[in-house]
Nanobody, 126 residues
Framework: QVQLAESGGGSVQAGGSLKLSCVAS????????VAWFRQAPGKEREGVAL???????FYEDSVKGRFAISKDSAKTTLYLQMNDMKPEDTATYYC????????????????????WGRGNQVTVSS
């Protein structure tokens, strides 16, 4: 059983930056698909950024050029660097892991994601 623990959320003004971290209890981040999702109040959860099995990345359109997903060399920590943040980025952010391979394309967000973190609140004020 993989456990994921997020940290780094908080409040920031529009234009500011935050960095989220997600620590895994195993090194499965090395080969499995991993991603960040978010859910705003009253909205469905949506995929934000994704690492494919071969290390390629994919971003949802609204965050391209502003957010960056990365992993540490030990492949146990996943990051999401968020820059030039906007009020519409306000949401609870979750890291997730899919046991298996995937390509870094939009449909990968609709895979069955086997492990989830508990979520981390991010609030962006205007």
């Amino acid at each position: 059983q993989v456990q994921l623990a997020e940290s780094g959320g908080g409040s920031v003004q529009a234009g500011g930056s935050l960095k989220l971290s997600c620590v895994a209890s195993t090194s499965a981040f090395a080969t499995d698909c991993v991603a960040w999702f978010r859910q705003a109040p009253g909205k469905e959860r949506e995929g934000v950024a994704l690492f494919g099995s071969r290390g390629e990345t994919f971003y949802e359109d609204s965050v391209k050029g502003r957010f960056a997903i990365s992993k540490d060399s030990a492949k146990t920590t996943l990051y999401l660097q968020m820059n030039d943040m906007k009020p519409e980025d306000t949401a609870t952010y979750y890291c997730a892991e899919h046991r298996g391979s995937c390509a870094a394309i939009a449909p990968a967000f609709r895979l069955r994601w086997d492990y989830w973190g508990r979520g981390n609140q991010v609030t962006v004020s205007s």
